[in-house]
């Protein structure tokens, strides 16, 4: 019974920021890091970024190096994408996932055991 919950999304400008926000809430659980994926139509869900459960190592795809921040909340199980110099190609539903106790790469779709139901990121002018 324990669910992602996005929000944050909606429309911006190129060049322009957003900040998606992430919580879990219902029963406890364990998970290795939080993470960012996104996926655009007629597209496959790609990952965007990940930190790790203590917050001392973060990851970024290559798309959105130097753009991009994922952060920890005070909060227990929420995460930040803080998202600048926005692109057209940024556009996409992006959905907040939990890593659990399997095996996987953070990159990978197949490591995260839970997720979000997304939010959707438009970047238009």
């Known amino acids: 019974q324990v669910h992602l919950v996005e929000s944050g999304g909606g429309l911006v400008q190129p060049g322009g920021s957003l900040t998606l926000s992430c919580a879990a809430s219902?029963?406890?659980?364990?998970?290795?890091?939080l993470g960012w994926f996104r996926q655009a139509p007629g597209k496959e869900r790609e990952f965007a970024a990940a930190?790790?459960?203590?917050?001392?190592?973060?990851y970024y795809a290559d798309s959105v190096k130097g753009r991009f921040t994922i952060s920890r909340g005070n909060a227990k199980n929420t995460v930040y994408l803080q998202m600048n110099s926005l692109k057209p190609e940024d556009m996409a539903v992006y959905y907040c996932?939990?890593?659990?106790?399997?095996?996987?790469?953070?990159?990978?779709?197949?490591?995260?055991?839970?997720w979000g139901q997304g939010t959707q990121v438009t970047v238009s002018s």
């Open positions: 219902g029963d406890r659980f364990d998970y290795r890091g």
């Open positions: 930190i790790s459960w203590s917050g001392a190592s973060t």
């Open positions: 996932a939990a890593q659990g106790s399997g095996g996987g790469a953070y990159y990978s779709v197949r490591a995260y055991d839970l």
